[in-house]
Each structure stands twice: as C-alpha cells, then as structure tokens.
C-alpha cells in the first residue's frame, strides 16, 4: 500500500478568516472576481470594456460589491448592485486529478473605463450577501475583503507584467441580460506599491507531509483513491483551517489526507510585496 502526494495552487483566493475547524470549505470574501474564460496567449490590446464574473463556494445574492483595478493608467473603481450568483458545477484537472467541484458563478459581466486601459490585477474591495445564503456573510454587512494572491500566466512576477484579471469584453449578448456595464471611475492608490524581487507569489508548500496509508482501509479499496484537501495558509505561513473540497469515497483516506495537509509546511501568497492569506490544494493518492 503507498501513498502519493501532489499539490495544487488554488488561484486568486484571499478571504477572511474564520474561527476553528470548519466542517464546509472556508471563504476569504463573499465573492471573488474571475475572468470568464481562459485569457488569450498574448497580451491584449488596450481597451475600454472587460468581461469578467464572480464566484462563490455556495448559490447566493450579491447586495452589492465595490471593485478595484490596477491598470497602466492608474487605479479604477467601480460598484454593481444586484448580482444573481447560481449554482455552477465544473471540472477541472490538477496535476493530472480530475476535480469536479459544486460551486456558484454569476452569468457574464461588464465594466467600462473612460478610455482604454490594459488591467494589471483586479479584485473584489468589500461585498454583501442578502441574509438569505445561509453563510457568515449574511451577519457581516458590506464585509471589506483582502488583497487576494494573483497568478502571472506568463510566469513572471513583475508588477504590470502583463493584464491578469479581464478579458476585453464580448458582444452584448454574451453579457448577463439587463445588467447594464458597471463603469469605473479613477481612484487613489489604495496602498504603498513596494519593490521587492518577488512582487506576485501564490502560497506553496515547501515540505509536503506524506500520509500515512490508513489500515482500516486496506480491504475497502482496489483501485487509486484520491482526497483533495485546500488548506487555507496565512500570511506567515501556517495552515489556518484544511477542508475537504475532493473526496476519495473512503473516509480513512480522507482524513489521512487532512492530517498530512495540516503538518505540512507552507510559504504565504505575496501580492504586491506583501504577504497575504491564500489557498493551496493538496492532493493524495493512495495505491493499493
């Protein structure tokens, strides 16, 4: 019987953290900003209108949210009231592992800028669900939300390297029905831009536990099982909460899997020279 491990970054998660063990997988922010689909492979042109959409772990109302972008023209923000955020469910491959996992997406929509810009980074600054999610979100208001970790598709780490967070936006009728475009008007500086070597870095492990082969399930399985467990880092470095987010169908392996995860050791996402709380996937799989 053998175990092997493998890690996953999660991409663009930054939230607030919340106490103890949690039983369902932890949010950083009531809703995180995406783009709609993969970016192209070379950089887009300057534009006016970014199609992007939002995310969430659960179906939900957002009340309203305030967004930010850093852009070569400086910073941007802009607000959306009423936003239907469905249940979503997708696939995706990490490391060779196939996940699908329940989550929500909002149909597509739009921002316009007074005059066309390339976006840097963008992200969700504060968000409100309706109190009717059934998350701790409902409780906490207009809930202002971190700067998150971002993830350079070119590989590189410098600051307005190339555009990360949008797509120049689609024709209108890809873009959510009677949701008219947001439009972002100039913002100060929301903080300090430092000068580090490693301006941009998702959070990794730098030594991965490997679990141990649980005996009570050796006659349960055959085949390869494997648990994916997201391990919430903060910004020094340590595990705030692991969740589930794959299981592997055996309870055994799973929570071998959660053990492994929480001892392991970790670096922190940086985002503008600064460390931030972010997520990391770590996955396990047990042979027979």
């Known amino acids: 019987m053998t175990t092997l491990v493998r890690a996953a970054t999660i991409l663009a998660a930054t939230l607030v953290m919340l106490c103890g063990r949690a039983e369902a997988r932890v949010e950083l922010c009531p809703a ?12 887009p042109a300057p534009a006016t209108s970014f199609a992007y959409v939002l995310r969430a772990r659960t179906p939900r109302t957002i009340q309203g949210a305030t967004f930010v972008a850093d852009t070569d023209k400086g910073w941007y923000i ?12 997708e696939a995706g491959t990490y490391h060779g592992v196939t996940l699908k996992i329940p989550n929500a997406r909002s149909g597509l929509l739009s921002v316009d800028f007074p005059s066309p810009v390339r976006v840097y980074h963008a992200w969700v600054m504060a968000a409100q669900t309706d109190g009717n999610s059934g998350t ?45 475009p947001a439009i972002a008007a100039p913002a100060p500086q929301p903080f300090a831009t430092l000068d580090c070597a490693t301006p941009f870095r998702v959070a990794r492990v730098t ?82």
């Open 78 to 89: 802009w607000q959306v009231g009423i936003i239907s955020v469905p249940a979503a469910s």
């Open 32 to 43: 995180t900003l995406e783009a709609p689909r993969p970016a192209p492979a070379h950089t």
């Open 136 to 180: 701790a979100w409902d409780a906490a208001g207009n809930d202002p939300c971190e700067i998150p970790a971002f993830v350079d598709r070119d590989g590189s780490s410098a600051i307005g390297k190339r555009p990360l967070a949008f797509i120049p936006a689609p024709a209108p009728d890809d873009v959510a029905a009677n949701i008219p």
């Open 207 to 288: 030594e991965a536990v490997t679990p141990e082969y649980p005996s009570s399930a050796r006659t349960l399985v055959t085949d390869t099982r494997t648990s994916a467990i997201e391990v919430t880092i903060d910004e020094r470095g340590h595990p705030m909460d692991e969740s589930p987010y794959m299981s592997s169908g055996v309870a055994p392996f799973d929570l071998a899997a959660t053990r492994a995860a929480r001892t392991s050791q970790y670096a922190p996402a940086i985002s503008y020279c600064q460390n931030v709380k972010g997520q990391y996937l770590f996955l396990a799989s047990f042979m027979q």
